[in-house]
């Protein structure tokens, strides 16, 4: 292939958005009340029509003939890139929050700088993906404060799940090798820079939510290298299922 | 805001014009803005479409309505999606906005209510039913990618609110 690294940051972005979008699909039809259960699978379809512009673009450059469908539904587990934090399961509603809560300011913040990828098609898809991802960061904070300033039982449910989510934050500022190179080709974003702004923020909405900071500094890393946690095979063999089992179907 | 030209050959404008949003089916494709130019090039109808949302699905089926229609008209089209400059709200015409109200969808707000909506939380979305400005939100996300669900204090009809994209 002739621009790997490209291909490769393609779809270490792409993944994250895939793997949500598939946890938050799990809920259509199981959120705990139907406006909530319809802006999961709303954010779920906005982050799936994301990463068909991402992959659409990933197919370009790898110009092997291999399709969107393709690059979503036919790699194995460790030819995944996505963070540990997207993959983790929706376990309640508290956990759902955080984990989107977690993710969408990173996501924002990461968008925020890819809009001025000197590539004009990331940076396209980062100005449409923008608009889009603050209606899911506004959700997100807003369920993080009623759920932190609301009951004991609420509240003590959402800090328990920042607790546990915690450990995944750390890796969302690892670089791969993709990402340096795409970074000194002024490509990429260097995530690195945006360490201080996302815990800045995120630390400003767990105090408005009457939450405790994790001081934890244990942190899980692993899937932007391909190493998942336990939880990324079973999401794998419900997200493939149809391909695997009935390969080249079409809608 | 956005301002970008849309290159519409205008003999194909009546053609785009009879083409509806198939979520929203009293809107044209041309009051939504999707379309983002056409033209005839060596007899082939080129046409250029942006999405309102990234996962909207019914850029599948306008680009099929459109390729339908311009045969009918005695055309051969070819449509592409692009996604730059990015879709905005301020592109649905003043025809489309009034389309969407007596639909029972509250259009989307202009650039100085939208703000404040934004920025200090306050609701000034209209009841599309009754007028009033007393209206609540009661999620940010509706039936489609496109809209938030409100419900008016007043007259307590539920409706639906076309969200700003800016």
């Keep these: 292939m002739k621009n790997e690294n490209l291909y490769n940051y393609i779809l270490g972005i792409a993944d994250n958005s895939l793997i949500l979008g598939q946890r938050l699909g799990e809920l259509c039809g199981h959120g705990p009340s139907l406006e909530t259960d319809i802006a999961c699978t709303n954010m779920s379809l906005d982050l799936l029509g994301q990463v068909r512009s991402y992959y659409q673009y990933a197919t370009k450059i790898a110009g092997d003939g291999r399709t969107e469908d393709d690059i979503a539904m036919l790699r194995k ?19 759902t929050m955080a984990r989107q809560f977690l993710f969408d300011v990173y996501h924002f913040l990461m968008l925020t700088e890819l809009e001025k990828s000197t590539d004009l098609n990331l940076s396209a898809i980062a100005k449409k993906s923008i608009k889009e991802v603050s209606y899911h960061k506004r959700f997100s904070s ?19 799940a920042i607790n546990d989510l915690w450990t995944y934050t750390d890796e969302l500022f690892h670089q791969t090798e993709a990402d340096k190179a795409m970074v000194a080709e002024g490509v990429g974003v260097d ?12 630390n400003a909405v767990l105090e408005e939510a009457t939450l405790s900071v994790p001081e934890s500094k244990y942190f899980q890393k692993g899937g932007k290298q391909g190493i998942h946690t336990e939880h990324m095979g079973y999401l794998l063999a419900d997200l493939q299922y149809m391909q695997r089992t009935y390969p080249n179907m079409e809608w | 805001m956005t301002t970008t030209e849309q290159h519409i050959n205008p003999k194909l404008v009546k053609v785009l014009e009879s083409i509806s949003d198939p979520e929203i089916p009293v809107l044209s494709i041309m009051d939504m803005g999707v379309v983002r130019s056409a033209v ?48 905005t709200t301020d592109w649905i015409t003043p025809r489309g906005r009034k389309a969407l109200e007596d639909y029972g969808i509250a259009a989307p707000l202009d650039e100085e209510a939208d703000k404040s909506v934004l920025l200090e939380g306050k609701q000034l979305v209209k009841c599309p039913q009754c007028g009033s ?22 007259c307590q009809e539920p409706f639906d609110y076309f969200k700003c994209l800016k």
């Design chain 1, 77 to 95: 587990e460790r030819e995944y890139f996505n963070v540990l934090l997207v993959e983790q399961p929706n376990t309640d509603f508290g956990y």
């Design chain 1, 191 to 202: 995530v690195t820079k945006l360490k201080d702004a996302y815990y800045e923020e995120v």
């Design chain 2, 40 to 87: 005839i090039e060596n007899d082939i109808v080129k046409i250029e479409i942006t999405p309102t949302y990234s996962g909207c699905p019914a850029m599948d089926v306008i680009g099929d309505d459109i390729k339908r229609a311009m045969q009918k008209a005695g055309y051969i089209a070819e449509v592409d999606l692009i996604l730059h400059p990015a879709w």
């Design chain 1, 142 to 160: 807003d369920w993080i404060k009623r759920l932190g300033d609301g009951t004991e039982e609420s509240h003590s449910r959402i800090q328990t």
């Design chain 2, 133 to 154: 400005a007393n209206t609540k939100m009661i999620s940010q996300f509706g039936s489609t990618a496109c809209k938030a669900q409100f419900q008016c204090n007043d």
